[in-house]
């Protein structure tokens, strides 16, 4: 059960607050998941769903990327709300079962090179803060500066997002496979 109320309602909010919930609700069809925990602080609320829009909807970096990272961040926090919501989204991006048994198993077993470097950094970055000069280097070349830097501030928002829900003991409501 979830330690703090969840707000499912612009209602729930004060009235100067209830512009927020409405840009929420405009982006993201509803108050679920990690924002109906955020809104107990509004404003930080209504800025991660700007910097989420970004990351999620609107940024340049290959969806299926994004997804990856995601998982991997899910899997790396055990945040089952996270794992649960992005499970299905890699399957609808063409990740592989095989890819996702794998991060969630923790090993590299049947991910493909591509995908692996991906999966590979995010962990590395998630588990040590930091990484290599020559992995940072390949991902450049693939994805350039720009994409680099937007992979690395998806690991992070993902990060936010696992922190949160755990820390609030959001459970996932998705029929997905848990960790």
Same mark, same amino acid.
């Given at each position: 059960?979830?330690?703090?109320?969840l707000?499912h309602?612009?209602e729930q909010?004060a009235?100067?607050h209830?512009?927020i919930?409405d840009? =929420? =609700?405009g982006?993201?069809?509803?108050?679920e998941?990690?924002?109906? /925990?955020f809104?107990?602080?509004p404003e930080?609320?209504?800025r991660?769903a700007?910097?989420g829009s970004?990351?999620?909807?609107?940024?340049?970096?290959d969806?299926r /990327?994004r997804?990856l990272a995601?998982?991997?961040?899910a899997r790396?926090?055990?945040?089952q709300? /996270?794992?649960?919501?992005q &499970?299905?989204?890699?399957r609808q991006?063409? =990740?592989?079962?095989?890819?996702?048994?794998?991060?969630?198993?923790?090993?590299d077993d049947?991910?493909?090179?591509?995908d692996l470097a991906?999966?590979a950094?995010?962990?590395?970055?998630?588990?040590r803060?930091? /990484?290599?000069?020559?992995d940072?280097?390949?991902?450049?070349d693939?994805?350039g500066?720009?994409g680099?830097?937007q992979?690395?501030?998806?690991?992070g928002?993902?990060?936010l997002?696992a922190? &949160?829900?755990?820390?609030?003991?959001l459970?996932?409501?998705?029929n997905?496979?848990?960790?």
């Amino acid at each position: 059960m979830a330690r703090l109320p969840l707000i499912h309602r612009k209602e729930q909010l004060a009235p100067q607050h209830q512009p927020i919930a409405d840009a =929420i =609700i405009g982006s993201r069809g509803s108050l679920e998941g990690p924002f109906s /925990v955020f809104l107990h602080c509004p404003e930080l609320a209504g800025r991660l769903a700007h910097l989420g829009s970004y990351i999620r909807f609107e940024g340049t970096l290959d969806f299926r /990327v994004r997804t990856l990272a995601a998982l991997v961040v899910a899997r790396e926090f055990d945040a089952q709300y /996270v794992w649960g919501a992005q &499970t299905g989204v890699a399957r609808q991006r063409g =990740i592989t079962d095989s890819t996702v048994a794998a991060i969630k198993a923790g090993t590299d077993d049947g991910i493909p090179p591509e995908d692996l470097a991906i999966v590979a950094f995010t962990r590395t970055l998630l588990r040590r803060h930091r /990484v290599a000069d020559a992995d940072a280097a390949v991902l450049r070349d693939r994805f350039g500066d720009d994409g680099f830097i937007q992979l690395t501030g998806a690991i992070g928002y993902y990060s936010l997002l696992a922190m &949160t829900v755990n820390a609030a003991e959001l459970e996932s409501g998705l029929n997905a496979d848990v960790l």
